[in-house]
């Protein structure tokens, strides 16, 4: 009842098997409820068979409707085995709380929604099913499904294998590996924040956009502007420096509370060591996501957030993901796709930059900061010593292939001084703002 789903519901339907002698205890405990027990038997070897039955046989005489599926997962063994609880509080936490995820997916035009879809790639000896047996599904589809009473119901895996015989349109909310050997307690994902932060070392006007697009697109989400103390008011050189800052500083407390993002202010130490000192604010969970949101990046594609978490609870190994630069398309077209439960992603051989890059907060607490180039602190770019440290850890970088990013160039002079601490080398470090300062006295 506290998600929602009991009041949302018309009616539940349940399919009861056991000793005669209880089902009046169950009628009496289901009593001026939404609850129909309308299926009986003593029969324990029907399994699964006479409920879905009965869930075919509402489908075929009721006017469409969206309906969920589920059982009392393990209860018929005489083994009680370790990951069983695991796995019944997974399917029931996406099934049951996150009821309204799955109804957007049957919006969205999909015939079936559940956890941890297999087909005949990632299982070879079975056919498309949900492997739990917990689904959502649409009942015009149900209505295509062969009847139950022709499969073979000695074989009680065919009741997983009923759902996915008439090649239906499916989905999944979550494909982590559950089974009866996963050890440990189910921990629901809602638990973990997806952190975005935006280090508004750009044109305040810049950050505007890159925020606005941030919350048009996306949702689930907390976010932080950064405000670093950036010197340009337009793209020129200001007569007073310190006047800019404090009319930028404004401009972003202004832009905070606007979209209800939370203001910070950080000097400005570096890219990577900015993260590091939004890390250290933070403090993310081995479950959180650290996202940065630069002001030069502007993303094309809606839910992108919620891709990457997918990502990472997909699986476990992926310590960074990133969206794909719209630049690197060519190059990333000469690699292979990867599935990561139902979404395509680049896994990079070679170094490129990256973009829009979220990372994963275990992997986050195990290297503790990111590292930065030490030829170039000033600037401070992240690829090189984090790829290191993903093999290091046995972790991996994923390219998201439908969800894009564009870089965007706003201001000469930011970039007369970013081509001078990265690709000039050999003269030195100098902060931009006394680059700025030395550019004045010329």
């Known amino acids: 009842k506290s998600s929602g789903l009991y009041n949302a519901c018309d009616v539940i339907?349940?399919?009861?098997?056991?000793?005669?002698?209880?089902?009046?205890?169950?009628?009496?405990?289901?009593?001026?409820?939404?609850?129909?027990?309308?299926?009986?038997?003593?029969?324990?070897?029907?399994?699964?068979?006479?409920?879905?039955?009965?869930?075919k046989y509402i489908a075929d005489n009721t006017e469409p409707f969206y309906g969920f599926y589920i059982h009392t997962k393990g209860v018929s063994y005489q083994t009680v085995y370790e990951g069983g609880e695991y796995w019944r509080d997974y399917m029931n936490h996406y099934i049951l709380r996150k009821w309204k995820d799955n109804i957007k997916r049957l919006d969205k035009g999909y015939d079936l929604c559940g956890v941890k879809l297999l087909d005949d790639k990632s299982a070879p000896a079975y056919k498309l099913h949900y492997s739990g047996n917990f689904f959502w599904?649409?009942?015009?589809?149900?209505?295509?499904?062969?009847?139950?009473?022709?499969?073979?119901?000695?074989?009680?895996?065919?009741?997983?294998?009923?759902?996915?015989?008439?090649?239906?349109?499916?989905?999944?909310?979550?494909?982590?590996?559950?089974?009866?050997?996963?050890?440990?307690?189910?921990?629901?994902?809602?638990?973990?924040?997806?952190?975005?932060?935006?280090?508004?070392?750009?044109?305040?006007?810049?950050?505007?956009?890159?925020v606005k697009l941030l919350y048009n697109l996306n949702e689930d989400f907390e976010h932080y502007i950064v405000d670093l103390g950036f010197p340009l008011e337009k793209d020129i050189i200001p007569d007073d420096i310190q006047k800019a800052q404090k009319n930028n500083s404004r401009k972003l407390r202004e832009l905070a509370g606007k979209y209800g993002s939370k203001y910070l202010k950080f000097k400005n130490i570096g890219v990577s060591q900015n993260w590091t000192a939004v890390y250290n604010h933070t403090k993310p969970s081995d479950d959180d996501i650290l996202i940065g949101v630069d002001p030069d990046e502007r993303p094309l594609d809606k839910n992108w957030i919620k891709a990457m978490e997918y990502i990472f609870k997909t699986d476990k190994t992926i310590g960074i993901c990133s969206l794909m630069m719209t630049d690197h398309a060519k190059i990333l077209s000469e690699y292979a796709k990867k599935k990561i439960g139902d979404l395509d992603c680049y896994e990079p051989i070679n170094l490129i930059n990256w973009a829009l890059i979220g990372i994963n907060g275990k992997f986050l607490n195990l290297i503790k900061e990111i590292p930065y180039p030490e030829?170039?602190?000033?600037?401070?770019?992240?690829?090189?010593?984090?790829?290191?440290l993903l093999k290091q850890h046995k972790f991996r970088w994923v390219i998201l292939c439908?969800?894009?990013?564009?870089?965007?160039?706003?201001?000469?002079?930011y970039r007369q001084w970013k081509n001078r601490v990265i690709f000039e080398l050999d003269k030195g470090q100098i902060d931009f703002i006394d680059w700025l300062c030395d550019k004045k006295k010329m």
């Open 137 to 210: 599904f649409r009942s015009v589809y149900v209505m295509k499904l062969p009847l139950v009473d022709s499969m073979n119901i000695t074989n009680r895996f065919e009741a997983e294998l009923w759902i996915g015989k008439m090649q239906p349109k499916a989905t999944t909310l979550c494909q982590e590996f559950v089974d009866y050997n996963t050890k440990g307690k189910f921990h629901p994902p809602e638990d973990h924040r997806n952190i975005c932060f935006t280090l508004s070392y750009n044109l305040v006007s810049e950050t505007t956009k890159a």
């Open 13 to 55: 339907y349940v399919g009861c098997l056991g000793n005669p002698k209880e089902l009046h205890n169950v009628s009496l405990f289901f009593d001026k409820t939404k609850v129909k027990i309308d299926i009986y038997n003593s029969r324990m070897d029907f399994y699964e068979f006479i409920t879905l039955k009965h869930l």
């Open 402 to 413: 439908d969800y894009r990013v564009e870089h965007t160039e706003c201001s000469t002079i």
């Open 375 to 388: 030829k170039a602190p000033k600037y401070g770019w992240i690829e090189h010593g984090l790829l290191e």
